[in-house]
């Protein structure tokens, strides 16, 4: 069963603020992605990752960054968050030969 | 880039009755059309999804539908159930195996 986790499923920071949210999946997946999602938006991308190392602009990056250093874990980053950037955040992976994304279990986040 | 509109933005159906969501996507390149369920409080889970290859996949009471020509794709849920109720999204996968989504609408089923 894949499993797909986030370091946390609620969030408060203030704005400035540098701001770590982690997604590790347990099925040797190489992509990993990052969303977020807004009401009435639905899920926009803002990295993916095929592989270790590896990382591609989604439609939404600005104000973010991501790293892949380990193939299991794939983090993003605010360097400075803002409060435009209050949202839910979701992380979920797939194999490269598949095409079915699992999403872990969102973190909310929200800047003050 | 892959652009996916979902319409309507919410649909409220009597227990028992179909539903209909009708999705259109805008790169004829795209060869991928998941559909995913998001309950209130949980994540996306993949529900169904169709290959271009493939105009229609049927799993028990949910069904999908492709035309390519006029690039668009529909969810079909027949005798709907109160748990049926949940944020259904599309999307289609375009350039890089990028998924793009809909924006998402809210089913309700009235018991």
């Known amino acids: 069963d894949v499993k797909v986790t986030q370091s946390s499923r609620y969030l408060v920071k203030r704005t400035g603020e540098k701001v770590f949210l982690e997604c590790v999946q347990d099925m040797d997946h190489e992509n990993m992605f990052w969303y977020r999602q807004d009401p009435g938006l639905g899920l926009r991308l803002i990295y993916f990752?095929?592989?270790?190392?590896?990382?591609e602009k989604g439609d939404i990056p600005e104000g973010y960054s991501v790293s892949r250093e380990k193939k299991e874990r794939f983090s993003l980053i605010l360097e400075s968050a803002s409060t435009n950037q209050t949202s839910m955040y979701l992380c979920?992976?797939?194999?490269?030969?598949?095409?079915?994304?699992?999403f872990g279990p969102g973190t909310r986040l929200t800047v003050t | 880039g892959e652009n996916v509109e979902q319409h309507p933005s919410t649909l409220s159906v009597q227990e028992g009755d179909s539903a209909v969501i009708k999705c259109t996507y805008s790169?004829?390149?795209?060869?991928?059309f998941p559909w995913y369920k998001q309950e209130l409080g949980k994540r996306p889970q993949l529900i169904i999804d169709?290959?271009?290859?493939?105009g229609e996949k049927k799993d028990q009471r949910i069904a999908v539908t492709l035309n390519k020509t006029a690039k668009h794709f529909s969810l079909h849920i027949t005798e709907t159930q109160p748990e049926d109720s949940a944020v259904y999204f599309c999307a289609a996968t375009g350039a890089n195996s990028k998924l793009t989504f809909g924006k998402g609408i809210t089913l309700s089923v009235r018991p």
């Open positions: 979920a992976s797939r194999w490269t030969s598949g095409y079915e994304q699992y």
């Open positions: 790169d004829s390149a795209s060869n991928y």
């Open positions: 990752s095929y592989d270790v190392k590896m990382k």
């Open positions: 169709i290959r271009s290859n493939v």
